[in-house]
């Protein structure tokens, strides 16, 4: 069955390109990674749902973009989705304010990846786990930014997802132990909405699907697609 990939904030489809698209198409499941650069959060799913006219499919979506999967777990053609690293169906409010309370500097200094200009070491820190080489994470974390500001804001916001005991889709929450944009509890909250377990990677940072490691993610979602 076909895998459609959406991308989180601030970044695009090259995210799937580094070598995680290529594992999931090796194990069987052809992976669409869609571009989702609408100017409102409301704005992006209809690029999905333009594939999805097409016929059955899995969603996998990270960050911003597994809101946008859930946002989309209704429509008759999907079967399932993976959330990685996701936001949950109450938004970003809790988590945002979660880091500025623990973590103020580095709250500052993710809050301007949505313009333009070379990431600091902390906002490094917040994406990447300790594995990660130094010189991949700078080379990776430099392709990050110009996310529409609107779009943000209305992702703080509770957002229009259906639970888990109504739209009765295969669910697979995968969140990151070192991930510092997105806690623990906001992932396993999102679990629960929609019936399932979050499982997490104990090595792995926000960006999954190109920390170190990132073969474990993909291989655990090919695990669940093919179930």
Do not use: Y
Not at 4 to 19: M, N, R, T, Y
Not at 111 to 120: D, I, Y
Not at 201 to 213: C, F, I, Q, T, Y
């Amino acid at each position: 069955m076909p895998v459609i990939l959406l991308h989180g904030a601030a970044s695009g489809p090259w995210v799937w390109a580094e070598g995680f698209g290529q594992r999931l198409a090796e194990a069987g499941h052809a992976g669409l990674a869609v571009p989702l650069h609408g100017r409102t959060l409301s704005d992006r799913p209809g690029a999905v749902r333009a594939v999805l006219d097409a016929g059955p499919a899995l969603l996998v979506g990270h960050s911003l973009g597994a809101l946008i999967a859930q946002r989309l777990l209704d429509h008759p053609a999907v079967r399932g989705a993976a959330l990685l690293a996701p936001v949950p169906p109450e938004g970003l409010w809790w988590s945002n304010a979660h880091l500025a309370a623990s973590d103020p500097a580095l709250w500052g200094e993710v809050a301007k990846m949505a313009g333009p200009g070379e990431p600091s070491p902390a906002v490094l820190s917040g994406l990447f786990g300790p594995d990660m080489e130094a010189a991949a994470a700078q080379r990776l974390a430099a392709r990050l930014g110009h996310e529409s500001p609107a779009a943000l804001l209305e992702a703080q916001m509770p957002q229009p997802v259906t639970p888990g005991w109504v739209h009765g889709r295969r669910i697979l929450v995968l969140g990151a132990a070192h991930d510092r944009l997105i806690p623990r509890d906001a992932v396993e909250r999102c679990a629960r909405w929609h019936g399932a377990a979050a499982e997490f990677l104990p090595r792995a940072g926000h960006l999954l699907m190109l920390d170190a490691g990132w073969e474990d993610a993909a291989d655990r979602i090919s695990a669940w697609a093919a179930g």
